[in-house]
């Protein structure tokens, strides 16, 4: 990457050292077979990025380097590009394919690239004509073709230019993740909160369905079949980009979804027995490796304790992130209580927020809910 041999690859192709240097090691292979071990420099687990190094300075010194694009010369949608790297690991490859702009409803910045992008490609450079860097491969659709994404160059190269004389990370790199995730979460919560809440379409109530500007949202119904004549709409709305920590954890990101339930065809009896056994049938993880058991508290917001006057049960969880501390994954569900034969049951998940803001969030959302004119009998 650099005349000096510093090497940007993604995070999660080195995360297993960066979590586990002890137990690892990292080497590159160059393009005539040469070896040597690699030093870790730093990573940004918010682009996906991470800095390296060879132990000795001298076996990749001088050996070229590939310029970053100037960000004064953005690119037009359909210019070509390659993609470089090494897919399924059976030989360099050179991938041709265009440039599509930024990817639309994403809160980490990313690139649209329309080519092929196949495992073992991951933090290599997608260039363009003139050989500049334009972006770092980063990930693919499975459910699409020729969907590929990338990191745009200027977050590389703002890392190559903070950290390139920076010391190699010996011990694990949980500290350098905590400090940057927080400040993502204080973001991302700001964000969040900022942007009104929209209309769900409901006669009676006001549902808290989120802006799509960094979500994406869809929707179903149902109607008698396998379920006995209770019928339902269910919306779910959730973030694209999230936050990779290991193989078995990513964060950083936000969920939410309603039911809306009418029970009319099964009586104020069957509906109150389906619609508490949907209510308690929701869970909120388990104590794991990766984080601690999660603590909940129950309670009814009656008429009184909210602005709309609307009376709701809700439930609050949090669990802890062992290795990640002051960060929980919080979660929020909520069932309106002011009919007999109908309602609506919703949930706000928050994944890697600091405690204050996990309650600000819940707050914010059971705040979301309400009728949409006063009532005055249950129906």
Request: hydrophobic share 35%.
């Amino acid at each position: 990457m650099s005349n000096d041999g510093h090497l940007i690859t993604n995070y999660h192709v080195v995360s297993q050292y960066a979590l586990k240097p002890d137990r690892h090691r990292l080497v590159y292979v160059s393009a005539d077979g040469q070896q040597g071990a690699l030093e870790l420099l730093a990573v940004d687990v918010i682009h996906d990025l991470a800095l390296l190094k060879p132990a000795d300075p001298k076996a990749l010194t001088g050996r070229g380097a590939i310029s970053f694009r100037p960000s004064s010369l953005p690119l037009e949608r359909g210019a070509r590009m390659f993609a470089l790297g090494n897919p399924l690991d059976v030989g360099f490859a050179v991938n041709e394919g265009a440039f599509n702009g930024p990817v639309e409803r994403s809160f980490t910045e990313t690139l649209f690239f329309g080519g092929a992008m196949s495992p073992g490609m991951s933090g290599g450079p997608a260039l363009d004509e003139q050989g500049r860097l334009v972006g770092v491969n980063v990930a693919k659709r499975l459910d699409g073709e020729q969907v590929s994404f990338l990191i745009p160059a200027k977050f590389a190269e703002s890392l190559l230019n903070n950290a390139r004389n920076g010391k190699p990370i010996t011990t694990p790199a949980y500290p350098q993740l905590t400090e940057q995730i927080t400040a993502h979460q204080q973001k991302l919560t700001e964000r969040f909160m900022a942007q009104p809440w929209r209309s769900a379409g409901h006669s009676r109530y006001t549902i808290p369905v989120p802006q799509e500007t960094f979500m994406r949202c869809w929707g179903q119904g149902a109607g008698n079949s396998g379920n006995r004549g209770l019928q339902f709409e269910h919306t779910n709305c959730e973030m694209d980009s999230r936050l990779f920590i290991n193989g078995s954890l990513d964060i950083g990101h936000i969920g939410v979804r309603h039911e809306v339930y009418d029970g009319k065809r099964i009586g104020p009896l069957r509906f109150a027995q389906r619609h508490s056994g949907s209510f308690g049938n929701e869970h909120f993880g388990f104590k794991s490796s990766q984080t601690t058991a999660p603590q909940c508290k129950e309670r009814t917001v009656h008429a009184g304790d909210n602005a709309s006057g609307l009376p709701l049960r809700a439930v609050v969880c949090i669990s802890a992130y062992k290795k990640l501390p002051g960060l929980y994954r919080m979660g929020v569900l909520v069932a309106t209580l002011d009919q007999s034969t109908g309602g609506v049951q919703g949930r706000l998940d928050a994944v890697g927020v600091s405690f204050d803001n996990g309650l600000k969030l819940a707050q914010h959302y059971i705040n979301g809910f309400g009728w949409i004119a006063p009532q005055n009998a249950s129906r």
